[in-house]
């Protein structure tokens, strides 16, 4: 079973930047998609972009798009999503998360804990 | 981009009773739809995938039926550790979507 720990998350002013990072334990995390999804306050779940096991492609939800840019470093076996332009509405607690690689790697297998990301003067 | 419609959004049961959570896809998916748990605090987790097959280590209570645009999420005996909010989401193509979520509390 993988353990994945996210970091990097805070409170930043609206137009700043902020970097995400994911650890994941285990082998074999350069054979399996990873994705990020977030949760405002009290809202639902809302998935915010993926990579492909060899970072060879990445996908954003609209909203992200241009401001935010997912990488990974197969070598030191994490994450990382770098955050631009945060705006007030990417306020939410950030979950990395495995994708199922045995089935489709679009399936949530494995969450992290989560890191609370807050934009605010 | 595929719009997921959860019902209830929330619904009261007790104990031993059977639940039932439906999920409707915009468009016509196939099986490619899964269902997560999300207890208050913790992060989701995976329970169903493929519209019907159980995640290793989940109960057998968990039922996952449908095709197309409707599916269902049933608890066949609602335990007590089942008090929680489920989630349905596409797997078909980026973007992925999310239902609004079912919050099932105790009567």
């Not at chain 1, 650890?23 to 998609?33: N, R």
């Not at chain 1, 990382?80 to 306020?91: G, I, K, N, P, V």
């Not at chain 2, 981009?1 to 639940?19: C, E, F, K, N, Y």
Request: proline share 3%; hydrophobic share 30%; net charge positive.
């Amino acid at each position: 079973q993988v353990q994945l720990v996210e970091s990097g998350g805070g409170v930043v002013q609206p137009g700043g930047s902020l970097r995400l990072s994911c650890a994941a334990s285990g082998s074999s995390f350069s054979t399996y998609g990873m994705h990020w999804v977030r949760q405002a306050p009290g809202k639902g779940l809302e998935w915010v972009a993926y990579i492909r096991n060899d970072g060879s492609s990445q996908y954003y939800v609209d909203s992200v798009k241009g401001r935010f840019t997912l990488s990974r470093d197969n070598s030191k076996n994490t994450l990382h999503l770098q955050m631009r332009s945060l705006r007030a509405e990417d306020t939410a607690v950030y979950y990395c998360v495995k994708g199922k690689r045995d089935y489709s790697n679009y399936v949530f297998e494995y969450w992290g804990q989560g890191t609370l990301v807050t934009v605010s003067s | 981009d595929i719009q997921m419609t959860q019902s209830p959004s929330s619904l009261s049961a007790s104990v031993g009773d059977r639940v039932t959570i439906a999920c409707r896809a915009g468009q016509r998916i196939s099986t490619y739809l899964n269902w997560y748990q999300q207890k208050q605090g913790e992060a989701p987790k995976l329970l169903i995938y493929g519209a019907s097959n159980l995640q290793s280590g989940v109960p057998s209570r968990f039922i996952g039926s449908g095709s197309g645009t409707d599916f269902t999420l049933s608890i066949s005996s609602l335990q007590p550790d089942d008090f929680a909010t489920y989630y349905c989401q596409h797997s078909y193509s980026a973007p992925l979507t999310f239902g609004g979520g079912t919050k099932v509390q105790i009567k």
